[in-house]
């Protein structure tokens, strides 16, 4: 039984996929198994992973989004740790002989994570980021600073059922929901140096596969559940900018529909929870004029 479980989410990935399982290849540390979950793709992805034969393949016949694979790969995985690996992203090869060693020797840690290297589309650095004490959004309000990339984390197995899984009817942001859930129950540590060469997509997931709905509907899933919670007056203040952003880009989503009232009535609504977003007044305005 391996020690590690690399799971792999991907969807249409013949573009990187085999970047992202070599690097796997590559690793310095050697007792991992891969598990690749394909969400459904329609372009050569099956081809591409069949060809490394000590990889685990499921095919998902049916799109349902990143936790419903994540969430499969675990399953199917034997390994007491999980390393998630976004198809698009791509490992230095010392990754997993500096972080399995940290769950080794400290049972009070759960997520291991590190510092980033974000690359453009075409792997040009773009800029290292440190990702330790990170002083922005959700990782300063929720989950103690810790900016915890997809594929940087490992974490042991056991705490992930513990926590439930990732949450199926998230589309995006299921990766800091795992982090607040996880962070209730261990502690996070970071390798402070970049383990990850992180691919900066020009568009979402949601954005590349056409599922704005399901995005919009998992970001108000993730706030409501944020409000759930005990919340300290800077979590709450924060919330309330993002419930802000989110019924101004539903009142967006239904202006480009030509939904003219009911996106107005969301402008409404985003204003009321936080009056500070200016790019909502530039919306209502062209809401107003009939330009979408």
Same mark, same amino acid.
């Given at each position: 039984?391996?020690?590690? =479980?690399?799971?792999?989410? &991907?969807?249409?990935?013949?573009?990187?996929?085999?970047?992202?399982?070599?690097?796997?290849?590559?690793?310095?540390?050697?007792?991992?198994?891969?598990?690749?979950?394909?969400? !459904?793709?329609?372009?050569?992805?099956? *081809?591409?992973?069949? !060809? %490394?034969?000590?990889?685990?393949?499921?095919?998902?016949?049916? =799109?349902?989004?990143?936790? &419903?694979?994540?969430?499969?790969?675990?399953?199917?995985?034997?390994?007491?740790?999980?390393?998630?690996?976004?198809?698009?992203?791509?490992?230095?090869?010392?990754?997993?002989?500096?972080?399995?060693?940290?769950?080794? /020797?400290?049972?009070?840690? @759960?997520?291991?994570?590190?510092? /980033?290297?974000?690359?453009?589309?075409?792997?040009?650095?773009?800029?290292?980021?440190?990702? =330790?004490?990170?002083?922005?959004?959700?990782?300063?309000?929720?989950?103690? @600073?810790?900016?915890?990339?997809?594929?940087? #984390?490992?974490?042991?197995?056991?705490?992930?059922?513990? &926590?439930?899984?990732?949450?199926?009817?998230?589309?995006?942001?299921?990766?800091?929901?795992?982090?607040?859930?996880?962070?209730?129950?261990?502690?996070?540590?970071?390798?402070?140096?970049?383990?990850?060469?992180?691919?900066?997509?020009?568009? $979402?997931?949601?954005?590349?596969? /056409?599922?704005? *709905?399901?995005?919009?509907? $998992?970001? $108000?899933?993730?706030?409501?559940?944020?409000?759930?919670?005990?919340?300290?007056?800077?979590?709450?203040?924060?919330? +309330?900018?993002?419930? $802000?952003? %989110?019924? =101004?880009?539903?009142?967006? %989503?239904? #202006?480009? +529909?030509?939904?003219?009232?009911?996106?107005?009535?969301?402008?409404?609504?985003? #204003?009321?929870?936080?009056?500070?977003? !200016?790019?909502?007044? @530039?919306?209502?305005?062209?809401?107003?004029?009939?330009?979408?």
């Amino acid at each position: 039984m391996p020690k590690v =479980s690399v799971i792999i989410p &991907v969807k249409n990935g013949e573009r990187f996929i085999r970047r992202a399982l070599d690097s796997v290849r590559a690793q310095t540390y050697r007792d991992f198994e891969v598990v690749v979950v394909d969400d !459904a793709s329609t372009d050569r992805t099956a *081809e591409i992973v069949k !060809a %490394y034969p000590d990889v685990t393949y499921v095919y998902r016949e049916r =799109s349902e989004g990143v936790s &419903v694979a994540r969430n499969t790969a675990i399953r199917a995985a034997d390994g007491r740790y999980i390393a998630n690996l976004d198809c698009d992203d791509v490992w230095y090869p010392n990754k997993l002989a500096l972080q399995v060693p940290i769950l080794d /020797q400290c049972p009070e840690v @759960g997520v291991v994570y590190s510092d /980033q290297e974000w690359v453009d589309e075409e792997g040009r650095t773009v800029k290292v980021v440190r990702c =330790s004490n990170w002083p922005k959004s959700w990782e300063k309000f929720f989950y103690g @600073g810790h900016n915890v990339g997809p594929s940087t #984390m490992i974490v042991r197995k056991e705490l992930l059922e513990k &926590v439930g899984l990732y949450d199926e009817r998230l589309w995006t942001n299921d990766d800091k929901d795992i982090c607040v859930r996880l962070y209730d129950v261990c502690q996070f540590r970071c390798v402070e140096q970049p383990l990850v060469k992180r691919r900066l997509a020009r568009q $979402s997931y949601g954005a590349r596969h /056409q599922q704005r *709905e399901e995005v919009l509907n $998992s970001i $108000s899933v993730f706030l409501c559940k944020l409000e759930q919670r005990k919340l300290t007056r800077a979590q709450n203040r924060y919330l +309330r900018r993002e419930w $802000s952003y %989110y019924y =101004s880009d539903r009142g967006k %989503y239904f #202006m480009e +529909r030509g939904q003219r009232l009911l996106a107005m009535r969301h402008f409404i609504t985003a #204003m009321r929870k936080d009056p500070l977003v !200016a790019k909502t007044y @530039g919306r209502v305005l062209r809401c107003l004029v009939g330009s979408a």
